[in-house]
């Protein structure tokens, strides 16, 4: 694997046909950082905070973050790591956070919406990243935005944790596009933020409503469904009409018979789990933009999951 790891990593992601994107990894603490770098990951494009905060039996001091993001920060160096904000609640509880009982926890108190009410714990978590930005380069996210009221909110804490910190500058600012309502709205977004993420992971689940975990619904959950292709389409242009980039950092990033489309759609960005690397190298160098833009106009077209498909076999 170590071998395999190594075979392409310091190749550049380009098409035939000169079109080159970032290759970052999605990582899940400070050790699987180093792990990216071994698979030849560009930048890490999602660091999922929530580690620290399952790990132990109460909230994780500003200083243990710290610590914890800054090693990180400087595994990356000089390349950049995107913090995303915490993302608990909907399947991942916290033992020692009084959480309601919630009948449907994924479309309840979770991730933004609880940071946003408890302005000690995110404020915490927010000087945390601030201070290990200054020891290399780091962007900011916020997770499961569903409004443009909610990013402004969360926007006006991070600007408050930098002034507390004495901070001049705040680091590039985006938010994970993985609600419809933030998808349909993204012209709006891309006005107030600097980047987007899309994480398709949970915009499908929210697309089709059909839990991304449940086998009984799993002909719902699909990559290539007609309507997550339109709001990533969406996203994406929404993104460069404002002069910003979209990346994405969902499961789908890294599947073969997806990136020729997200290529396409003109997508900037591609964060996976490490080990889908390579391949995503290969396929990327073997295509041909142009091509993948008909491939992705084509596929608009489609009416159904089939017909995509039925259109990569030709
Ligand atoms: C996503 O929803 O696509 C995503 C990357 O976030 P997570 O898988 O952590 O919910
Ligand atoms: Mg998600």
Redesign the pocket.
Known sequence: QLLESKRNKDLPAVTLDGREVELAANIGSPHDAALALEWGAASIG?F?TEFLYMQSNELPSEETQYAAYKKAVETMLPRSVIFRTL?IGGDKALPYLQMPPEENPFLGYRALRLCLDRPDLFKTQLRAILRAGEHGNIRIMFPMVATIDELRRAKEMLREAANELGLASLPEIGIMV?IPSTAIMARTFAEEVDFFSI????LIQYTVAADRGNKSVSYLYQYLEPSVLHLIANVIEAAHAAGKWAGM??EMAGDPQAIPFLLGLGLDEFSMNAPALPEARDLIRSLSLVECRKLAERALKCRSVEEIQALIAD
């Open positions: 999602l999922r993302d993985e994480g398709s992971n949970d950092c969902g």
